[in-house]
């Protein structure tokens, strides 16, 4: 899917974050947000990814504009298309990596033999064994729980995959891994767009947003 920014203005109160601000993401890349702490990269991505208003001017999905949808349609949206990977990993940590990855199922009619077998498959993509479906969250490393967290966008094949700082909170290795799957996620089809600081990946990305 292609996304389009237009003149678009994002303000906090008085504070200006950015400013009458163009681009476009071509369907199918892979694209880096960077800039300085408190530049306003998180509220950008918020804002493509229809978490956060703009103040002013247009967001387009492919050729629809999509500033203006109702609440219901960009739900749709959000079960149909779009997937987003929060800093913290966005998992519930007492639950099972198997409870955390049906989330992603719910709104499918799925047994739970075709749910457990869908997850199992998903957990391969991403590395992981299948005797973790049954772990508490708590209980894997930080890589790992990134990777419950990939594994469960995955399970909805989205067409936006959006990644707030995903490789931020791991360790070189870990990292490296993360970012094979992104680019293994993106070369599949799915539009990418992660916010980060790290620089050492920046010969994967097509563009980078500076802000
Ligand atoms: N909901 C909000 N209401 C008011 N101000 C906000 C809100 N969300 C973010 N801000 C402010 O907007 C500015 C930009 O925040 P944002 O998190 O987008 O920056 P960032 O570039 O991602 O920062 P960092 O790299 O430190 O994570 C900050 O000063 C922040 O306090």
Redesign the pocket.
């Given at each position: 899917m292609k996304l389009t920014l237009r003149h678009a203005t994002k303000r906090?109160?008085d504070?200006i974050?950015f400013k009458q601000c163009s681009f476009t993401i071509p369907s199918g890349s892979f694209v880096a947000i960077k800039?300085?702490?408190?530049?306003?990269?998180?509220?950008?991505?918020?804002c493509l990814a229809l978490i956060?208003p703009l103040t002013s001017g247009q967001l387009l999905f492919d050729e629809t504009d999509v500033t203006m949808l109702s609440w219901s349609k960009k739900s749709r949206l959000y079960r149909q298309d779009i997937s987003f990977i929060v800093q913290d990993f966005g998992l519930m940590p007492n639950e099972t990596v198997m409870e955390n990855l049906i989330i992603a199922l719910r709104y499918e009619r799925l047994s739970a033999k075709k749910c457990k077998q869908r997850c199992l498959a998903v957990l391969c993509k991403v590395n992981l064994a299948d005797t973790l479906l049954d772990e508490p969250i708590f209980r894997l490393s930080g890589g790992e729980q990134q990777r419950v967290a990939i594994a469960r966008c995955l399970l909805r094949q989205p067409r936006l995959l959006f990644a707030?700082?995903p490789i931020n909170a791991l360790d070189r290795d870990n990292a490296a891994d993360i970012m094979r799957l992104l680019q293994a996620i993106n070369a599949s089809g799915c539009t990418v767009v992660l916010?980060t600081?790290d620089d050492t990946y920046d010969n994967c990305y097509d563009d980078v947003i500076y802000?």
């Open positions: 906090f109160d504070k974050l800039g300085k702490s408190g530049a306003g990269k998180s509220t950008l991505l918020n956060e707030d700082e916010v600081h802000l």
